[in-house]
């Protein structure tokens, strides 16, 4: 079955430091991905998405995600983080399969320290 | 002014009673969905609407009933409440009758069964 996986259940980074998340999908057609942050106690916001095109993508907060088609990849990177970064990181894609819903990772939680 | 909004907040409540999750949309969505997440954190489709019209009915409970009484609004009653129903309900409505594009998400209700 089509599937997103997030291997980085818990990251623990101090201030400055770079990140990247990983996220995996399982289907070798048409995909498009998404990240979504949930910061403590609130809803998930989009972050960015890729549909098609320029592979690498810019979103919101200095983050940016590079789709590699060969690898099944989707991964998060921003090259600083900063506190207010502490938060649950979710991967998910929409895979062309008739399903018409988007099919979750089941997230990372990242901890900033100062 | 929201674009997702669900009441109530927060719904703590005793074991074998009825309740009431509600939520609007006024982005002019056609598509509503309800998500689980549970303890860690995982995101579950339980149903989708598109246009008042059943679309995703996941393996949950028959004590959970969706309801959508016009396209802005998806409600979700559920009876007879056990233990294991705590969680956090995210209400998410798409411009898209699949979800394509992505999903704008409500701040979340969470219940707690007690």
């Known amino acids: 079955a089509q599937s997103v996986s997030q291997h980085n259940h818990h990251v623990i980074l101090s201030e400055a430091a770079s990140l990247e998340l990983g996220c995996n999908y399982s289907y070798g057609g048409t995909v498009n991905l998404f990240w979504y942050v949930q910061y403590p106690g609130q809803h998930l916001q989009l972050l960015l998405k890729y549909f098609s095109g320029d592979p690498l993508v810019k979103g919101i907060k200095g983050f940016e995600a590079e789709f590699i088609k060969s690898k099944f990849s989707f991964n998060l990177r921003k090259p600083s983080v900063q506190w207010s970064d502490t938060a649950e990181y979710f991967c998910a894609g929409y895979m062309d399969t008739g399903r018409r819903a988007l099919t979750f990772g089941s997230g990372t939680r990242l901890q900033v320290q100062p | ?114």
């Open chain 2, 1 to 114: 002014d929201t674009a997702v909004s669900q009441t109530p907040k927060y719904l703590v409540t005793q074991m074998g009673n009825d309740k009431s999750i509600k939520c609007e949309q006024n982005l002019g969505h056609d598509t509503m969905y309800w998500y689980k997440q549970d303890s860690k954190k995982f995101l579950k489709i339980m149903f989708s609407y598109n246009n008042k019209e059943l679309i995703i009915n996941e393996t949950v409970p028959n004590r959970f009933s969706p309801k959508s009484p016009d396209k802005a609004h998806l409600n979700l009653h559920i009876n007879s409440l056990e233990l294991g129903d705590s969680a956090v309900y995210f209400c998410a409505s798409s411009p898209t009758t699949t979800g394509w594009n992505g999903y704008t998400f409500g701040s979340g209700t969470r219940l707690t069964v007690v």
